[in-house]
């Protein structure tokens, strides 16, 4: 399988909807790719917090639209990263889609986690509630989003539900780019899985991004990274390895679950 990340540079002169055409044209230039992935909230910026109510769309708003025919052109099964939904009946929502090679919708992923701390992301847009999977030829898609890479309940919940090939996008801050790294390659390890990481580059409203967007294999070797600026990161790799590993090292069939409490003795 070949997957193209598109490490996206978020300029906030750059207007959105002039964004959004040059994605597209990158999008389509990855024709001869299976899977394109685009980072987190790529139309806004994941940290510009006061542009999420402004620039937030409905799910089949003009983000939808455009990158619905760019994998169609493209013929890609493109995981479009995210946007700030505006529900009709509710509060904004940090919402993934991803679209068949027809630029059919396949799925669409309401963040679980929301990060911020009582601030920014997380008091100003609701939480999703549902893990999302998709069948892809040869691999099933598990998705997340960014913070949710630090829970590793989610993944496991994922794994549980079918996934081998494990999707991030994210907004991720240079700050903290080590622990994007080590997290990618914890959740690759523990899962067995491929993990696909695609951050931004750029500033968002004064916060520096980590870009190095990132491949890891099920044993939680690097196949490939990216650097801190704008690039499209490709890489072959055989999903076939999921289940060769898991059958050569399997360790998801020691875990045990439902443990109850400690109890108090003596």
């Known amino acids: 399988m070949r997957a193209s990340l ?20 990158l999008v389509r230039e990855q024709a001869g790719s299976d899977l394109v ?18 620039e937030a769309e409905p799910l089949e708003g003009p983000t939808y639209e455009v990158m619905a025919k760019a994998a169609s052109d493209a013929g890609v099964w493109l995981h479009a990263g995210s946007v ?44 999703g509630r549902d893990l999302v999977t998709v069948r892809l030829p040869g691999t099933t898609l598990g998705v997340a989003t960014c913070y949710d890479l630090r829970f590793p309940e989610l993944f496991r919940g994922l794994v549980d539900a079918g996934a081998e090939t494990l999707v991030v996008p994210a907004g991720w801050p240079e700050r903290r780019r ?5 997290l990618a390659q914890a959740r690759a390890v523990e899962n067995q899985a491929f993990v696909l990481a695609c951050g931004t580059a750029g500033t968002h409203a004064g916060v520096p991004q980590a870009g190095h967007s990132i491949v890891v294999d099920p044993w939680g ?46």
């Open 178 to 182: 080590a622990h994007w790294t080590l």
């Open 221 to 266: 070797e690097v196949l490939a990274e990216a650097g801190a600026g704008e690039e499209v990161l490709t890489v072959e790799f055989d999903p076939g390895k999921v289940a060769a590993t898991r059958e050569q090292f399997p360790a998801l069939k020691d875990r045990v679950l439902g443990l109850r409490p400690p109890r108090h003795q003596g």
């Open 37 to 54: 992935v685009l980072p987190e909230l790529w139309t806004t910026g994941a940290f510009a917090y006061e542009e999420f109510g402004r």
């Open 84 to 127: 700030p939904e505006r529900d009709p009946d509710g509060p904004l929502y940090n919402t993934s889609l991803v679209f068949s090679p027809s630029g059919e919708l396949a799925a669409a992923y309401r963040k679980i986690h929301r990060f911020g701390f009582d601030k920014g992301e997380a008091v100003l847009m609701g939480a």
């Open 6 to 25: 598109i490490q996206i540079a978020v300029n906030e002169d750059e207007p959105v909807d002039s964004r959004r055409q040059r994605v597209a044209a």
